[in-house]
Each structure stands twice: as C-alpha cells, then as structure tokens.
C-alpha cells in the first residue's frame, strides 16, 4: 500500500535499541493522549495512552511520558523489534468529546 | 469478534462526482468519528456521531455530510469532489462520545481525477 511516511521526520535504530519518538502538543486543554501507530496501508492502532493526572504510564514495551509544563509527549519502546517499523502518531483529545487532533507523526525504521 | 469495517476499500471518482463512504463500528460501540488523512500527515477530524447526533464537526466544507444509523453503521457523503479530496478516510469507533480509546478501520481509499 501507499506509505504514509512520505516527508515525515525519520528515526532509524537497530533492533535491540531503545526507540524515544517525541511529540509537541498544542492545546493546553487537552487532558488525554494517545499513541497510534500506522502501518502501511493500514488505520491507525492504539499503542498507549494517558491522563493529564499523570505523568508516566507503562505497557508491554512500551512507555508514554507526559510532560504538561512545556506540552510534551514521548513515547519509550524497549527493545525495539523490525515489526515496530511504522509511522507514530500522537493524539491529543480536544473539546471534551472522543475527537482526537493528530500530530505530524514520525516514521520508524528498525534495521535488523 | 469483528473490528471496524469500512467500504469500499479503494475508489476512484472524478471532479464534481459525489462519493459515499461506509463504516461498520465494533458491535456495541454507538459512537463513530469519521477522519480524513492526506498522504504524509496525521489523520484531521471530520465528524463525530453518537446515538445518530452528530457530536462534533471539524474544519471542512459543507460539501461533507454524513449521518448515523439506528444500528450504530455510518455513511460519509462528499459531494462536488475536487482533486484535494483525495486521502484516505478513516472510521474510528468508541464505545462513548467522551475519552477513551477509539478503534480505527483500515479506510478507504479515495483517489480524485
């Protein structure tokens, strides 16, 4: 399928790495954030998410860290694997309903 | 258990045509958000319908219409296409209007000429 990648800011690791895809968010408001991930030719895919009443959340692999003082957003993934390659969004949620406002994204490439 | 379902799964359509788009939500989600990602950029809000109201309305023409139906499935309308409708429209489903997790489709892809 058609890459959603094209013109995307890039993060390539080596399997085995730790991957930290950053994300700046605009509304002070917004009080719950998700991570997408996106394959090619795909929706996006819920990774992790998170409340502005915390800081930090952990999954499997993976960890989102909240910063609302300077409006920040990382996503941590632990021994990144070729099948993390994709494109990542972040998602804030806007004006009290479940509609989301999507970041740029950033494209990961895992090398083997 | 199904996810979201969308259809068609690809389309071509020419200026001033109108397109119609379809979404099954997860079974017992009642609400459905409809996006639209042009190719290199994250997907941007189009509507969100809950309970068949309309919820929320993003940034787009009116040329753009959709509505919910009693059994939770959504149709996206455009009308008068032009060559920038092109993009690939998402259907999200949830279980609630309000936060938490939204389940995407795989889209459908829609090409203007």
């Known amino acids: 399928g058609e890459s959603v990648g094209l013109h995307l800011p890039t993060l390539s690791v080596q399997e085995g790495d730790n991957s930290i895809i950053n994300c700046a968010y605009s509304?002070?408001?917004?009080?719950?954030f998700i991570w997408y991930k996106q394959e090619s030719g795909k929706g996006p895919q819920f990774i992790i998410d998170?409340?502005?009443?915390?800081d930090k959340r952990q999954g499997q692999r993976v960890t989102v860290l909240l910063n609302k003082t300077v409006k920040h957003l990382s996503l941590q993934i632990a021994a990144t694997q070729p099948g993390d390659s994709a494109v990542y969004f972040c998602?804030?949620?806007?004006?009290?309903?479940?509609?989301?406002?999507f970041g740029k994204g950033t494209m990961l490439l895992v090398s083997p | 258990d199904a996810g979201v379902t969308q259809s068609p799964t690809h389309l071509i359509k020419t200026r001033g045509q109108h397109v119609t788009l379809r979404c099954s939500p997860i079974?017992?989600?009642?609400?459905v958000s409809w996006y639209q990602q042009v190719l290199g950029q994250g997907p941007q809000f189009i509507f969100q319908y809950y309970e068949k109201e309309e919820r929320g309305r993003g940034n787009f023409p009116d040329r753009f219409s959709a509505r919910q139906f009693p059994n939770y499935s959504s149709e996206l309308n455009v009308n008068a296409l032009l060559l920038g409708d092109s993009a690939l429209y998402l259907c999200?489903?949830?279980?609630?209007?309000?936060?938490?997790?939204?389940?995407f489709g795989p889209g459908t892809r829609l090409t203007v000429t």
């Open positions: 999200a489903s949830s279980s609630s209007p309000g936060l938490g997790e939204q389940y």
């Open positions: 998170i409340r502005s009443n915390m």
């Open positions: 509304n002070s408001a917004s009080d719950y």
């Open positions: 998602a804030e949620n806007s004006e009290g309903y479940s509609t989301l406002t």
């Open positions: 079974s017992g989600h009642k609400s």
